[in-house]
């Protein structure tokens, strides 16, 4: 039996079927339309905009990632998983779930591991919301908030900070309706730096229905320094709709590999587990997170965060000396107020070799870097007040 080769004309006419009926490479600059029918609130969503990189001779403190290079023990076990890359992972990440579960006093099945704390998010979030259904967090917070909401169908409420920059947790509980599903919950808030206090989320929690998520998002917890500040280790096993979420990207200086992880109810993680892509944490991420919490390598990895607490310390009180009215910072981070002054501002520590993230309107949030950053940004920024 012969086959014949079909043509297909209107891709020879376009010019993307070679002479032999191969496919020829397309230009970049080519214009391409589709017809096809995207869902108009996601061709219209902005995609998440990493933070610019630094000059040649400049700083990068836009992402707040942590300033020194992974622990020499860390990344010979990242070198080492990196050997064995042609295997697939083990897909639930079973040897870190049962070293974390031994640290917080729960099962392996009350711990889930994601490719960072924020593709967690977007498990939890699809999980528990539908077209229709509402979703709770506090705005100005994690920038990453909106996109997850909308890419789950569901719509954002957003419950403006308190004046002090803070989450108004008595607001966004009043805020609850009956289609509401998930409320998240930042402490230290990104990018403001504010912590949740024990006392306000304790309350806060008492008044939300027990049905509905309650995230609440972690990812700078090592940071903080203010005992009066919501600690949700201490919160795991109390409340059935609880989802404690931290990350080993700020700390753990692992961000390069993502890996986050997630302690709750099995029943919530089982649901966020059957939204996961498949594999989505690789073996790399896992062997670096496991050599992290290793006694030893753990003691220099929080030896560093005191000295960034620290430095940001030092830095917010230097400002503040300066007249910058700097908020709390409890994160690797501080928050800058400078509402419309702020693309001015941001183009200007650009310019004097700072690259920090600006939220046009708001603020610009500045991570805490190598203490040659430091003493530059407060240079540009006496400068500026």
């Not at 010019?15 to 009926?21: D, F, N, P, Q, V």
């Not at 700083?59 to 076990?77: C, G, H, I």
């Not at 949700?232 to 590999?257: E, H, Q």
């Amino acid at each position: 039996m012969t086959f014949r080769r079909k043509r297909i004309p209107q891709l020879w006419q376009r010019g993307t079927l070679g002479r032999r009926g191969t496919v020829d490479a397309v230009t970049a600059s080519e214009p391409t339309t589709t017809q096809v029918r995207l869902r108009p609130e996601i061709a219209a969503l902005p995609p998440y905009r990493q933070g610019r990189p630094a000059p040649a001779d400049g700083f990068k403190l836009s992402s707040n990632e942590n300033p020194w290079p992974p622990v020499a023990a860390v990344a010979e076990a990242i070198t080492a998983a990196a050997n064995e890359v042609n295997r697939y992972p083990d897909a639930t990440a079973l040897a870190l779930r049962e070293r974390l579960a031994e640290r917080y006093g729960v099962t392996s099945d009350e711990v889930l591991v994601g490719a960072g704390s924020v593709s967690l998010l977007a498990q939890f979030v699809l999980a528990a919301a539908a077209p229709g259904d509402e979703v709770v967090y506090s705005w100005r917070s994690f920038e990453a908030y909106p996109g997850l909401v909308t890419v789950a169908g569901a719509t954002s409420v957003q419950v403006p900070n308190r004046p002090d920059h803070g989450h108004d947790l008595d607001a966004m509980a009043a805020a609850v309706t009956d289609r509401t599903r998930v409320l998240i919950v930042c402490s230290p808030n990104n990018p403001t730096g504010v912590p949740v206090t024990t006392d306000d989320f304790e309350r806060f929690m008492a008044s939300v229905p027990a049905d509905r998520l309650v995230l609440l998002d972690e990812a700078y917890a090592e940071f903080v320094r203010d005992e009066a500040s919501v600690d949700g280790s201490s919160l795991i096993g109390r409340y059935p709709n609880l989802v404690v979420l931290r990350t080993f990207s700020k700390a753990y200086g692992l961000a390069g590999v993502r890996v986050g992880y997630a302690i709750g109810p099995v029943p919530i993680l089982d649901a966020a587990r059957a939204t996961a892509i498949p594999l989505g944490v690789t073996a790399v991420a896992t062997a670096g997170a496991l050599a992290a919490l290793e006694p030893a390598n753990e003691a220099e990895l929080l030896g560093r965060v005191d000295e960034l607490a620290e430095r940001r310390d030092a830095l917010r009180e230097s400002l503040i000396a300066q007249g910058w009215a700097i908020p709390a910072a409890q994160g690797n981070f501080v928050w800058l107020p400078t509402g419309e002054r702020t693309v001015e501002v941001a183009e200007a520590l650009f310019a004097g070799g700072i690259v920090a993230r600006a939220f046009p309107g708001d603020g610009i949030r500045v991570s805490v870097g190598e203490p040659e950053s430091v003493d530059v940004l407060l240079r540009l920024l006496g400068e500026l007040v």
